[in-house]
T-cell receptor, first 114, second 112 residues
């Protein structure tokens, strides 16, 4: 079956703009989470959604937001982009019902802020 | 809070050498443990996992055993290949949550 699909794969934005990234989870998966990967900070958890509700949130400013739709697809938005937001943004999905569920990752969206 | 510590890289090996990448964790309760691999320009792929103490996860010749007494989950492979060159991440999932806490990653370079 299809894996986690993220769009767009690459994008370049200007400081101050906003960006929306999209994620389609594996069919049947109800949990979608987002991670930011940078050389300096490594992999950091942004937030997790389950059945359209945010269940968990990392330590990121309010400029980072997300949502999940009834079909489990998710979007994340970053407003007022800063140079430091340049990163690989990874979406992941799982069944979401208990710990130990395997969490599968997409290929990521590479965001460059100039 | 929960945390994962991995050995610093890069780890440089010749083909067919034995690989060990150390991983230790700090957590309350009994988290599930994972190894993910990232090839250049790609996302993360699950390599193996273990959900309780003494479980051994294995895949593609890689193995790791969940050691509660030493809070460790070291990754091993008996004979590495050039194609194993990648960055390896150890991670734990918080009990009850679909959230992973990652180590800093260990880059493996295998030469012919």
């Amino acid at each position: 079956k299809a894996g986690v699909t993220q769009t767009p794969r690459y994008l370049i934005k200007t400081r101050g703009q906003q960006v929306t990234l999209s994620c389609s989870p594996i069919s049947g998966h109800r949990s979608v989470s987002w991670y930011q990967q940078t050389p300096g900070q490594g992999l950091q958890f942004l937030f997790e959604y389950f059945s359209e509700t945010q269940r968990n949130k990392g330590n990121f400013p309010g400029r980072f937001s997300g949502r999940q739709f009834s079909n489990s697809r998710s979007e994340m938005n970053v407003s007022t982009l800063e140079l430091g937001d340049s990163a690989l943004y990874l979406c992941a999905s799982s069944l979401g019902q208990r710990s130990g569920n395997t969490i599968y990752f997409g290929e990521g969206s590479w965001l460059t802020v100039v | 809070g929960n945390s994962v510590t991995q050995m610093e890289g890069p780890v440089t090996l010749s083909e067919e050498a034995f690989l060990t990448i150390n991983c230790t964790y700090t957590a309350t309760g009994y988290p599930s443990l994972f190894w993910y691999v990232q090839y250049p320009g790609e996302g993360l792929q699950l390599l193996l996992k273990a959900t309780k103490a003494d479980d051994k996860g294995s895949n593609k010749g890689f193995e790791a055993t969940y050691r509660k007494e030493t809070t460790s989950f070291h990754l091993e492979k008996g004979s590495v290949q050039v194609s194993d060159s990648a960055v390896y991440f150890c991670a734990l999932s918080d009990l009850g949550f679909q959230k992973l806490v990652f180590g800093t990653g260990t880059r493996l370079l295998v030469s012919p």
